[in-house]
């Protein structure tokens, strides 16, 4: 009964490069999200996705990121042209009934991004 | 803008005292879930309080939803070392799949 994975678990990035991290949700989830934590902090709302659908992008820097959840395959969260901000954990989310009232969100291990 | 506030910030604890964290939200929620962090870990789902009052017990930690549910409490009896780590509060307003994370409570419990 795998849970949400992601990966890489670890990323190093030099500023410039694009980062591309993975979310494969739960079995039987078709509800996304993403968060970014910065050292200390807690979780920021980025993005919340349905396969093929993007539904709230509100918390996500209108340049250089961008996610998407295909038809077939994994979540991807990509930055363009890291920089040095851009070092987080990045957590993903998966849930079975995304809007529906209660619905639980179950995290996966996280992608600790380093840009150097 | 929509603000959930966690306090305290840190808190250092003999093993066996007890400890709180508490959050508070700008706008009444729907309802508020609680996660637990292990240092360089994830997240981890512990429990969700939907009612107005409601309380919540899970062996030495008791959850607490405020009367007006906008704030809500988790309070564990004779904290152990495993209890270490950083508690989330995250709160849902009305219809919203958003979670408004706290900023949350890291505890440490001295052996």
């Known amino acids: 009964n795998a849970g949400v994975m992601q990966n890489p678990r670890h990323l190093v990035r030099r500023r410039g490069q694009e980062a591309r991290l993975r979310c494969s949700p739960m079995k039987g989830h078709s509800h996304v999200y993403w968060y970014r934590q910065l050292p200390e902090e807690g979780l920021k709302f980025m993005v919340y996705?349905?396969?093929?659908?993007?539904?709230?992008e509100s918390g996500m820097p209108k340049e250089r990121f961008s996610a998407e959840f295909p038809k077939e395959g994994p979540s991807i969260l990509r930055i363009q042209q890291v920089v040095r901000g851009d070092s987080a954990a990045y957590f993903c989310?998966?849930?079975?009934?995304?809007?529906?009232?209660?619905?639980?969100?179950?995290f996966g291990p996280g992608t600790r991004l380093t840009v150097l | 803008g929509q603000q959930v506030m966690q306090i305290p910030q840190y808190q250092h604890v003999q093993e066996g005292e007890d400890f709180t964290t508490y959050c508070n939200s700008s706008?009444?929620?729907?309802?508020i879930q609680w996660y637990k962090q292990r240092p360089g870990g994830h997240p981890v789902f512990l429990i969700q309080?939907?009612?107005?009052?409601e309380v919540k017990k899970q062996k030495r930690l008791t959850f607490q939803f405020g009367e007006a549910k906008k704030n809500s409490s988790l309070h564990i009896t004779a904290t152990q070392t495993t209890d270490v780590g950083t508690y989330f509060c995250?709160?849902?307003?009305?219809?919203?799949?958003?979670?408004?994370f706290g900023s949350g409570t890291r505890l440490l419990v001295r052996p």
């Open positions: 309080l939907v009612k107005s009052g």
């Open positions: 995250a709160g849902r307003m009305d219809s919203s799949y958003k979670l408004i």
């Open positions: 706008t009444t929620l729907s309802n």
């Open positions: 996705l349905q396969k093929e659908n993007i539904i709230d």
């Open positions: 989310a998966s849930s079975a009934r995304g809007q529906a009232g209660g619905d639980t969100q179950y």
